[in-house]
């Protein structure tokens, strides 16, 4: 049937009108994405579809686990006493994991634990070994090996994971992931009776499996994915879109108010994390009482710094030579999990970035760039030069690779005999436009690198070499260290002058 983003959910709920006594609705939904959206669409889901007294008698849920499917499957392949709809849910999937999802399954896991309930547990530790391969016999002599895949998580050696193992080794499941998603994709292929509808909600689902294909074919999902610390415009715009409408539910559902200013302080102490905003400013609306506006003091007053700054927000703030910005972030970045040679590396990184834009701006290709040049302006005439201009460095690395591939030569000085040998494209990461169909962030960087001269870009690379050999040879502070840097790449440029004319 369909895919659907959530943001057009609502369109889709008004657009349900049974015609001449047939079932409206998808006889199976898929339902992903951030947990406190995906259930509030299935709750919305259910008031159009039943009413509360009636799933009394036609409405099942039960847990997501592998070892539930083919329950659900039998129950929604069975007739009801009661005619009409019946519906059948399967809540918070452990099924449609990938690899990519091994660090969330492990939270999965330790907060299943921290609530005692180990079969639950029991259930994720289940679905994160069949993503390795592994048994839960492979594990249960010795850990080593899973404690090893759980290297991101310092506390699985504490012992708690033990109790989990026990927990499987004493309730075995007799189905494994594989085997249930097969059984899926072949159950919504074949089909279900008419009105009985089956409704599957997942944190993490992999699209390129074949039974999210199956499901969109024969039914709809709904994608409730929230862009979490996304550098790209479009990102950003969509999580503020998600953060600004969850804001005024809230709000709207106490009689509250707040403006801009303590909208963004909010944020700014959360992060944008759609769970803690929301139950942030839960906090607030209690504490304010019968008062009708949240002000800036009370963010103050009530809520603790729990926001955890991305890099690439530092490393902005550093190109962006905004010093005080690019302290703040540091000290959440040192903070959490980043040592001080990898902040070094990430904004050695972006200074890469700079000296290319630079290098595009002083060559025939950047001839029509300006600081003041508009977007529009930018996207008409100057990304096909950054185009051009990144085709041509492309070339140029797959000439110089080719030369050095020629000149290598065996022991004893006897030359590479050449070959009919098939060319690859050459990887780098030092083309300025990596995805040409987004401009944006490519006209960003051409205004952060407007700020730089070329020598002065080549003087900051030298200073963080500087800083990356005292951080490993010397006893100092390694945030004293960066601190240094950051407030030498941020000088404005007439104190850089200034300097510049005392050594001369």
């Not at 390795?132 to 998580?153: C, E, Y």
Request: include cysteine; charged fraction near 30%.
């Amino acid at each position: 049937m369909s895919e659907l983003l959530y943001t057009k959910f609502s369109e889709y709920l008004k657009s349900i009108k049974p015609a001449d006594g047939k079932n409206p609705f998808a006889p199976v939904y898929l339902i992903f994405g951030d947990e406190l959206i995906y259930k509030g669409v299935l709750n919305q889901l259910l008031d159009v579809m039943m009413p509360p007294a009636k799933r009394l008698s036609c409405y099942e849920d039960m847990d997501g686990s592998p070892e539930n499917l083919s329950r659900a499957l039998e129950k929604i392949n069975t007739y009801g006493f009661v005619p009409g709809l019946k519906i059948v849910a399967l809540l918070d999937s452990t099924l449609f994991s990938s690899k990519d999802d091994g660090p969330k399954i492990l939270r999965k896991i330790k907060d299943a634990v921290i609530m005692q309930d180990y079969k639950k547990a029991g259930s994720w530790l289940m679905r994160f070994l069949s993503l390795h391969d592994l048994l839960i016999g492979d594990v249960a002599a010795d850990t080593s090996r899973l404690l090893a895949l759980m290297d991101d998580d310092g506390d699985a050696k504490s012992g708690w994971i033990d109790d989990v193992i026990r927990h499987c080794q004493a309730n075995p499941v007799d189905r494994d992931a594989a085997d249930a998603l097969k059984s899926l994709q072949y159950a919504i292929e074949k089909g279900f009776p008419d009105q009985h509808v089956l409704m599957i909600t997942s944190e993490t689902v992999d699209k390129r499996k074949a039974v999210y294909r199956a499901i969109v074919e024969k039914g709809m999902t709904i994608d409730c994915t929230v862009p979490k610390d996304s550098p790209t415009r479009a990102g950003k715009m969509a999580m503020e879109a998600v953060l600004n409408e969850r804001i005024q539910t809230t709000l709207s559902k106490s009689g509250k108010q707040l403006k801009p200013a303590v909208r963004n302080a909010l944020l700014d102490m959360t992060g944008f994390d759609l769970r803690t905003v929301t139950s942030e400013l839960e906090k607030l609306i209690q504490y304010v009482g019968n008062r009708a506006e949240i002000t800036e003091d009370d963010v103050n007053r009530v809520l603790k710094r729990s926001r955890k700054d991305p890099i690439y927000e530092f490393t902005n703030a550093v190109t962006d030579r905004n010093w005080e910005k690019a302290l703040f972030f540091l000290n959440g970045l040192l903070s959490g999990e980043l040592a001080p040679p990898q902040i070094v590396a990430a904004i050695f990184n972006q200074l890469r970035k700079l000296v290319i834009a630079r290098d595009f701006m002083e060559s025939v290709h950047g001839r029509q760039w300006n600081a003041s040049c508009k977007y529009d302006v930018f996207q008409s005439r100057i990304m096909p030069e950054v185009v051009a201009y990144d085709t041509i460095l492309t070339k140029s690395l797959q000439e110089w690779k080719t030369r050095l591939a020629s000149a290598k030569t065996r022991p004893g000085g006897k030359t590479v005999k050449k070959g009919k040998t098939r060319e690859k494209a050459v990887a780098t990461d030092l083309l300025i436009a990596k995805n040409p169909a987004n401009p944006y962030p490519v006209y960003l960087l051409l205004k952060k690198a407007d700020a730089f001269s070329r020598e002065r870009l080549a003087n900051l690379m030298q200073v963080l070499v500087d800083a990356d050999r005292r951080m490993k040879t010397s006893a100092m502070d390694p945030k004293m260290i960066l601190e240094k840097v950051i407030l030498e790449i941020c000088q404005p440029d007439r104190i850089v002058a200034e300097k510049a004319g005392r050594k001369t």
